[in-house]
């Protein structure tokens, strides 16, 4: 246990962990809301796919920018902001919503708005976890737990959802969420960090992307992992948007069905974050890392081939299990080998790959399950994914020859 949870004896790492627990809440809540509420406005797989697209498409475009912002400005300031624009985001929905004046134009655009302040808040909190350390070879550690947190509220905030739209509407989950950025707010805001060298900038910020793009594509590690993230997010976890779909029409429930569905997946997530919690090592991740992504993808095809209840429940264990070793381990080897002085960027890349690509799977999986429906969509992407790792995961096992158990300092294998 003392191992599983070494990272949180850091004070302000601490803060941020049980802070952003109830904020994560929250956000999973209005995730899963929002494309309930788009699916029952518009009974359109297509139209769901379009609400999914938007919801990310600026993360896409600003991730990378925001990058070299994040190695240049104060990150914890940064992500104040970042965390109270959302806040009004999520307040101003639950206003739409419960008032009964929101409609399929309106959530578009709150949808793109959510993706504007992701693309600045993710990648400068991601290369951020390590400045609320007081020994960067706790990195992994907090990586994990970070990655648990985030599957745990995958497991409750949809429970949550079934249960509070079967009893109201989907405005109290925006409510709760726009409250709930409180608690990470108030936590960035008593930590005491460290300043950190911020090197003057000596070129502009389009120079700097050049740079951290060169950077991280320029190397084949950094570039096989986020090019195989990439194709994981375009083709398989669109899934998760397609749940909707899947609990209405193929299993014939309600809200309640698509909260237990969701919960499904996180449990897989959280079996996967604690296991990665206990390595205190990052050697041998890359093998891990191709066989997660393969096994994500066999997964997808298990899903998308049972239209039983029950058999749904247990196989979604699986899925939920290998996405979250694949983020994790892809977050905690880019992290492991990029230079402090980059890290921003190169994570503003994981963003792109990860978050980023998320909206483009949602258009076109969306489409796609319009045409031929969800599960076909789900198992096509499955055998995407599994190509994928086949096709860009092939040096990976060779990580280990860059990362050897006396190489754990961030940077130290770049």
């Keep these: 246990m003392t191992s599983l949870v070494r990272s949180l004896r850091h004070r302000n790492f601490r803060l941020y962990f049980f802070g952003q627990g109830i904020s994560v809440t929250g956000t999973w809540m209005q995730s899963v809301a929002m494309g309930w509420l788009a699916y029952r406005l518009t009974g359109s797989a297509a139209l769901l796919g379009v609400v999914g697209f938007t919801s990310g498409i600026l993360t896409f475009v600003i991730a990378p920018f925001a990058g070299v912002v994040a190695d240049r400005w104060n990150r914890r300031r940064l992500i104040i902001v970042a965390q109270a624009t959302a806040m009004a985001q999520a307040l101003a929905l639950a206003a739409l919503t419960l008032s009964g004046v929101i409609d399929v134009g309106l959530l578009i655009a709150l949808s793109v708005f959510t ?98 793009f060169r950077y991280a594509f320029g190397s084949p590690a950094l570039r096989s992992i986020l090019l195989m993230l990439g194709v994981t997010s375009l083709a398989g976890v669109p899934y998760i948007w397609l749940m909707t779909i899947f609990a209405k029409d193929v299993l014939g429930g309600e809200a309640d069905t698509l909260g237990y569905l969701m919960g499904a997946t996180g449990v897989g997530a959280l079996a996967g974050a604690v296991f990665l919690a206990t390595r205190r090592s990052v050697a041998r991740l890359g093998g891990m ?126």
């Design 289 to 414: 890392l191709r066989l997660a992504a393969i096994a994500f993808g066999m997964g997808l095809i298990a899903f998308g081939l049972s239209d039983n209840f029950w058999l749904s429940l247990v196989i979604l264990v699986w899925p939920g299990a290998a996405m979250m070793l694949q983020m994790s381990m892809s977050n905690t080897l880019l992290q492991t080998l990029s230079d402090e002085h980059k890290r921003g960027r190169v994570m503003s890349f994981y963003t792109v790959m990860f978050m980023g690509m998320i909206p483009f799977g949602n258009l076109l999986a969306g489409f796609v399950a319009g045409a031929v429906g969800a599960p076909l969509t789900v198992i096509l992407g499955g055998g995407v994914c599994i190509l994928g790792a086949l096709v860009f995961g092939g040096h990976l096992p060779r990580l280990a020859e860059k990362v050897t158990p006396g190489v754990e300092e961030p940077g130290a294998a770049a």
């Design 115 to 212: 993706g504007l302040v992701r693309g600045i808040e993710v990648p400068t909190r991601q290369s951020f976890i390590l400045e609320m350390l007081d020994e960067p070879t706790d990195l992994a550690n907090a990586i994990a737990l970070n990655s648990f947190l985030v599957n745990a509220a995958r497991l409750v905030g949809p429970l949550l959802v079934g249960c509070i739209v079967a009893w109201w509407n989907e405005g109290l989950c925006f409510l709760i969420n726009g409250v709930s950025y409180a608690a990470v707010i108030v936590a960035l805001v008593v930590m005491r960090i460290a300043p950190r060298r911020i090197e003057a900038p000596k070129t502009g910020v389009l120079i700097g992307l050049k740079e951290g």
